[in-house]
């Protein structure tokens, strides 16, 4: 499992897994998008958004995270949040901000709730957007150099692929070979 950058031919994907999850992306760019991709099978398993709120001083918001189901509990979604902290990082940015109904999730790597009176404007405007389709929704920020990966995350998403690898992995007798005489068992007699 790895995480890249999303590619434009991913726009179709990416819009239809946004909707089948429930998640909202009011102005949706998949070059904002982290892709976590499944190294066996080649599909994605996870994403999600830096954006880049631009009007008047920049701040930048991790939005719209999501993993598909077979992937949950894998560290995915742990993965693609470091690697967008890590391009808010690589543009100059010292803090992040997320809008989310999920904030004990992000508490683990070092957000913290914020009093709605500290967000930027913008963001204050998305968080009333934001609450009138989710009414738990609260502000939380993180300084990028406080991030912190929880090593059990690191672990599983090391390990993510390895369940999936032991299931499809062939033996001898999957091929008729007895590895204990190094015969085939269906002798055909000739």
């Known amino acids: 499992?790895?995480?890249?950058?999303?590619?434009?031919?991913?726009?179709?994907?990416?819009?239809?897994?946004?909707?089948?999850?429930?998640?909202?992306?009011?102005a949706f760019r998949s070059r904002d998008y982290a892709v976590a991709v499944d190294e066996d099978s080649g599909g994605i398993a996870g994403f999600g958004r830096l954006r880049v709120h631009t009007e008047g001083s920049e701040v930048c918001e991790i939005t719209?995270?999501?993993?598909?189901?077979?992937?949950?509990g894998r560290g995915v979604g742990a993965h693609v949040l470091e690697r967008l902290v890590e391009r808010a990082r690589?543009?100059?940015f010292e803090t992040?901000?997320?809008?989310?109904?999920?904030?004990?999730?992000?508490?683990?790597?070092?957000f913290e709730p914020?009093?709605?009176d500290e967000l930027p404007e913008k963001l204050a405007r998305r968080l009333d957007e934001?609450?009138?389709?989710?009414?738990d929704t609260g502000p939380y920020r993180i300084a990028v150099e406080s991030f912190s990966m929880p090593p059990r995350l690191r672990s599983r998403f090391k390990r993510?692929?390895?369940?999936?690898?032991?299931?499809?992995e062939e033996t001898p007798e999957d091929f008729g070979i007895d590895p204990d005489s190094a015969t085939y068992k269906y002798d055909t007699g000739r």
């Open 160 to 168: 993510a692929g390895d369940d999936v690898a032991e299931e499809n």
């Open 114 to 116: 914020i009093p709605e």
């Open 64 to 72: 719209t995270v999501g993993v598909l189901s077979d992937h949950r």
């Open 90 to 92: 690589d543009r100059g």
């Open 130 to 135: 934001e609450r009138e389709r989710e009414a």
């Open 1 to 26: 499992m790895y995480v890249r950058g999303a590619k434009k031919h991913e726009e179709a994907w990416l819009l239809d897994r946004i909707e089948d999850l429930g998640l909202a992306d009011p």
């Open 96 to 110: 992040v901000y997320s809008l989310t109904d999920t904030g004990e999730y992000l508490e683990q790597f070092g």
